[in-house]
């Protein structure tokens, strides 16, 4: 049982460039979370999966496309990139906890440098 | 809009004190909160919840506060260890949102031995 796995673990892009970040779950969760977080800061919501087949906005979309590709996977594309888009990225995953408590599972988050 | 803060935004306290770490909520719907522990390089840990039918709830070491008249959440950790330092989130999940998180700045604590 690996949690929630995350690929790759640092990415330097160029202005421009595209990229995908996969992100997997083995925990047969229904929803799936993409968050930024930037330096000294908290985390961001950017796109959410709650099940198979659905995605929606979070607070911080743009730039961002994302694709549930199955119950495990969960991915986020950067079709072009910009500097203002370096910044750590962790996807998360979520589950129920003991009766109503729903709590959500983390990745090690990818660290995305854009020049 | 709606945001959740932190007070602090360092804290500092010598291993064995008792820690407090506080927060506040402005989205008054919002029905669930979680503490979250980040340590460098690693991605948040879940330490914590509490329902807002609720006024407080234990872990181990841990304990969290709910006031909702004045909108605040404490995280309160006894006998700090060493392995206790990071970086502290509160986050809130508003009712009906799916699961949403809106996180906090985070507090950065420091034990010293």
């Known amino acids: 049982n690996a949690g929630v796995t995350q690929t790759p673990k640092f990415q330097v892009l160029k202005t421009g460039q595209s990229m995908t970040l996969q992100c997997a779950q083995d925990?047969?969760?229904?929803?799936m979370y993409w968050y930024r977080q930037d330096p000294g800061m908290g985390l961001r919501l950017i796109y959410y999966?709650?099940?198979?087949?659905?995605?929606d906005k979070g607070e911080v979309p743009n730039g961002y496309n994302v694709s549930r590709l199955n119950k495990r996977e969960f991915s986020l594309r950067l079709e072009s990139a910009a500097p203002s888009q370096t910044s750590v990225y962790f996807c998360?995953?979520?589950?129920?906890?003991?009766?109503?408590?729903?709590?959500?599972?983390f990745g090690p988050g990818t660290r995305l440098t854009v020049l | 809009g709606e945001s959740v803060g932190l007070h602090l935004p360092t804290l500092s306290v010598q291993e064995g004190d008792n820690s407090i770490i506080n927060c506040a909520y402005s989205?008054?719907?919002?029905?669930?909160f979680i503490w979250y522990k980040q340590e460098s390089g690693k991605g948040p840990q879940f330490i914590i919840d509490?329902?807002?039918?609720?006024d407080k709830r234990q872990g181990q070491r841990v304990t969290v506060l709910l006031n909702k008249t004045v909108k605040h959440l404490s995280l309160q950790i006894a006998a700090t260890q060493p392995g206790d330092s990071a970086v502290y989130f509160c986050?809130?999940?508003?009712?009906?949102?799916?699961?949403?998180?809106?996180f906090g700045q985070g507090t950065e604590l420091s034990v010293k031995p």
């Open positions: 925990m047969n969760h229904n929803s």
């Open positions: 989205n008054s719907a919002s029905d669930y």
């Open positions: 509490i329902r807002s039918n609720m």
């Open positions: 999966s709650a099940s198979e087949g659905t995605t």
């Open positions: 986050a809130e999940n508003g009712n009906n949102q799916g699961g949403k998180l809106i």
């Open positions: 998360a995953s979520i589950g129920v906890r003991g009766g109503d408590f729903n709590e959500q599972f």
